[in-house]
C-alpha cells in the first residue's frame, strides 16, 4: 500500500488548489475524483454561467446603445434569439474547455501529485481505497463538495428535469422554461434564458429572491427580471409537476399553473457525502447535514482529518473553497492558519449585478444588534450618469451602539467589483467614523460609498 502525506478525496476548487499548494511545499500528495478534475466551476458553473451572462448582457445592452452612452444613432438589428445562442454556447464550451479536464489533470501530476479518476471511500483510519487500490495516508481532505437535492414535488422524479449542470452542458434554447429556486443560480439561469427570448416562470418559496440576502437589494433584482420579462413568482411552491404536449405542466400551490418545454432544479442543496465511509472514521455530518469543521478547517473531533469548500456549508462559493485550501495547506505546511467566514464576500452575476458581505439588516438584527441602515442610489453618482445608467443602490448595515460596520449589500452595473474593495465589515474596528473620511476615486460607482458612510458616522 502506498502511503502519502496527504491524500485529497475530491478534486473541485478546493481539493485540486490544496493538492497543488501542499505539493509545492514539498508534501507527497494523491488527489480522489470520480468525475473532473476542477470540480463543477470551470465546467458546470462558474465559468461557463458567466460566460454565458455575458453574451445576454451584451446582447441586451445592444438594443439599449442608442439611448445609453450615445454609442450609435439609431437601433442595431439583432439576428435571431437561436442563432445567437448557439453562438453563445459555442463560446460558451470554449472557455469551459469541452468539459475535457485533460489539462488541469496534467497540471497536477506535472507538480508530482498522484491523480486517481475513480471514486473514493474511507476503509478506516488512515485507509483508502480508489479504483480498487488501498492508498495510505497521514492526512485526509475531504472536499467532496455539494450537489442539489431534487424537491419533493409530486411528478417531479419522473420527469426529466434538468440541474444546471445539464443547462450549463445543453445547447437547446427552450421556448419556455419553469426555474424552481430563486437563489444566485435560479436567478443566473433565468437572465440568461430570457434575454435569448425564452418564455421564464421563476418560482421562489420564500417571498423574497435570494432569501438569504438584504431584502431592498432582493427586491430591486425581482423588478430588474421582470423587466426582462421574467414572471418572478414569490412565497409558492410548485405542488405538482404532469408530463404534457409539449413538456410539462406545473401548477403552483396557490393554483396557477402553466406548459413548459422544460423544467429547470436550482433550489436545495446537499453535501456529497454519501458512501464515502465517514463512519469508518467515526465522524458524522452535522444537523444540517454537512461536515462540521473548526475554524482551521479541521474535522471536528478528529486531528488529521480536514474538510474543505462546499462539503462544509460554509459559504457555497469557489472564493471559499480557495480561501479553505489556503487554511489547510498552511496549517498542514506548519503554520497555525484560522479561516474567518465573516466577510466572505456574495455575489450574483446577473445585470444589474448583486453583490453583499457580512449581515444583512434581518440578520443583524437577529443576532441582537442595534441596527442602523443606510443606503445610497447608485444611479446619482457621476459615473452613472454619464454612462446613462439610472438603476442600483448601495446599502450599508451597521452597528449603532458600537459605531461598527456589519454588512454591506449592493446591487447595479458591475458591483461585484466594487463590494471586493470595501472595508471589511467583520466586527474588528471597521468603525464608522474612520470610514467616513475614506476618499474614492472620481468618477467611479465607489464614490456611492461616501454619504452612507457620513449618514453612519
Not at 233 to 262: I, K, N, Y
Request: aromatic share 6%; hydrophobic share 45%.
Amino acid at each position: 500500500m502506498d502511503t502519502y502525506d496527504v491524500v485529497i478525496l475530491g478534486g473541485g476548487s478546493a481539493g485540486g488548489y490544496a493538492a497543488s499548494l501542499l505539493a509545492d511545499g514539498g508534501k507527497r500528495v494523491a488527489l480522489v475524483e470520480e468525475r473532473l478534475v476542477g470540480g463543477e466551476c470551470p465546467y458546470f458553473a462558474c465559468i461557463p454561467s458567466k460566460a454565458m451572462l455575458a453574451a445576454a448582457e451584451l446582447r441586451h445592452s445592444i438594443t439599449r446603445s442608442a439611448v445609453m452612452a450615445g454609442a450609435i444613432s439609431r437601433p442595431l438589428a439583432l439576428d435571431g434569439d437561436r442563432e445567437a445562442y448557439a453562438a453563445a454556447v459555442a463560446r460558451r464550451d470554449v472557455v469551459s474547455k469541452h468539459r475535457d479536464d485533460a489539462g488541469a489533470v496534467r497540471h497536477l501530476e506535472d507538480k508530482g501529485i498522484r491523480v486517481i479518476k475513480s471514486r473514493g471511500r474511507i476503509e478506516g483510519p488512515g485507509v483508502l481505497i480508489a479504483g480498487g487500490t488501498r492508498i495510505g495516508w497521514r492526512d485526509l481532505v475531504i472536499a467532496t463538495g455539494a450537489g442539489f437535492r431534487e424537491p419533493s414535488i409530486p411528478g417531479l422524479a419522473a420527469m426529466s428535469s434538468w440541474t444546471s449542470e445539464h443547462f450549463y452542458s445543453s445547447d437547446e434554447l427552450p421556448a419556455s422554461a419553469v426555474i424552481i429556486g430563486g437563489g444566485p443560480v435560479g436567478c443566473e439561469i433565468a437572465q440568461v434564458l430570457a434575454r435569448f427570448g425564452c418564455r421564464v416562470t421563476l418560482v421562489q418559496h420564500s417571498p423574497q429572491l435570494l432569501s438569504r440576502e438584504e431584502p431592498a437589494v432582493a427586491a430591486a433584482l425581482a423588478a430588474a427580471l421582470r423587466e426582462d420579462g421574467v414572471d418572478v413568482r414569490l412565497g409558492v411552491d410548485v405542488a405538482s409537476v404532469a408530463p404534457a404536449p409539449g413538456g410539462a405542466r406545473f401548477t403552483l400551490d396557490d393554483g396557477w399553473s402553466a406548459t413548459v418545454e422544460r423544467v429547470i432544479v436550482a433550489a436545495g442543496k446537499r453535501a456529497n457525502l454519501d458512501g464515502i465511509g465517514l463512519e469508518h472514521v467515526g465522524v458524522e455530518a452535522d444537523a444540517r447535514g454537512y461536515l462540521p469543521v473548526d475554524e482551521r478547517c479541521r474535522v471536528a473531533g478528529q486531528s488529521n482529518l480536514w474538510g474543505a469548500g462546499d462539503v462544509t456549508g460554509l459559504a457555497l462559493y469557489t472564493h471559499t473553497a480557495n480561501y479553505h485550501a489556503r487554511t489547510i495547506a498552511a496549517n498542514l505546511l506548519g503554520q497555525d492558519t484560522r479561516a474567518d467566514h465573516r466577510a466572505i464576500p456574495r455575489g450574483v452575476y446577473t445585470e444589474p449585478a448583486v453583490a453583499s458581505v457580512g449581515l444583512t439588516s434581518v440578520a443583524a438584527r437577529a443576532q441582537g444588534h442595534d441596527v442602523a441602515v443606510a443606503t445610497f442610489p447608485l444611479g446619482h453618482t457621476a459615473r452613472a450618469f454619464v454612462r446613462g445608467d439610472k438603476t442600483g443602490m448601495l446599502v450599508l448595515i451597521a452597528d449603532k451602539r458600537e459605531r461598527v460596520l456589519l454588512g454591506a449589500a449592493a446591487i447595479g452595473w458591475h458591483v461585484e467589483e466594487v463590494i471586493g474593495r470595501r472595508p471589511s465589515p467583520s466586527g474588528r474596528g471597521c468603525r464608522s467614523t474612520v470610514l467616513a473620511d475614506l476618499v474614492h476615486p472620481f468618477p467611479t460607482y465607489s464614490e456611492a460609498y461616501e454619504p452612507p458612510f457620513r449618514e453612519l458616522a
